[in-house]
C-alpha cells in the first residue's frame, strides 16, 4: 500500500504563486512515478506533469510548460509542484498519484494510489 497526502493549496490571486507538497509513505516499489493530476468541476482529471524519484526525469502538460515545476526530496518522500505566474483557469483541486511504471506517464489509468487532493483557487 502507499499513502499519498498532499497539502499547500489555497488561494492566490492571478500572476501568483503556490507550492503544493505530496508526501508519500509506504511501499517504495509501488511509486516509481509520481504524477499531479487536476481536475476543475464538470470537467474530467486533467495531466499536469510526472516525475521520475530514479533519476528526477520530468515530463510536463504543454498548459503548464514553463510556470510549474515538480521536484522531489527522496530523504524525506515527498514530491512538490512549484506553481508560478497562476491563471485563473488553473483553479482545480489538485492530486498528486503513484505509479510502479517505471516510464513516465501523463494517463490517469497507469496510475494506482491517489491523494485526496488539496484545492488551488486562482482569483482573477
Known amino acids: 500500500q502507499v499513502q499519498l497526502v498532499e497539502s499547500g493549496g489555497g488561494l492566490v490571486q492571478a500572476g501568483g504563486s503556490l507550492r503544493v507538497s505530496c508526501a508519500a509513505s509506504?511501499?517504495?516499489?509501488?511509486?516509481?512515478?509520481m504524477g499531479w493530476f487536476r481536475q476543475a468541476p464538470g470537467k474530467e482529471r486533467e495531466f499536469v506533469a510526472t516525475?521520475?524519484?530514479?533519476?528526477?526525469?520530468?515530463y510536463y502538460a504543454d498548459s503548464v510548460k514553463g510556470r510549474f515545476t515538480t521536484s522531489r526530496d527522496n530523504a524525506n518522500n515527498t514530491v512538490y509542484l512549484q506553481m508560478n505566474s497562476l491563471k485563473p483557469e488553473d483553479t482545480a483541486a489538485y492530486y498528486c498519484a503513484a505509479s510502479s511504471r517505471m516510464v513516465l506517464s501523463a494517463r490517469p489509468r497507469d496510475y494506482d494510489y491517489w491523494g485526496q487532493g488539496t484545492q488551488v483557487t486562482v482569483s482573477s
Open positions: 509506504g511501499r517504495t516499489f509501488s511509486r516509481n512515478l
Open positions: 516525475i521520475a524519484w530514479s533519476g528526477g526525469g520530468t
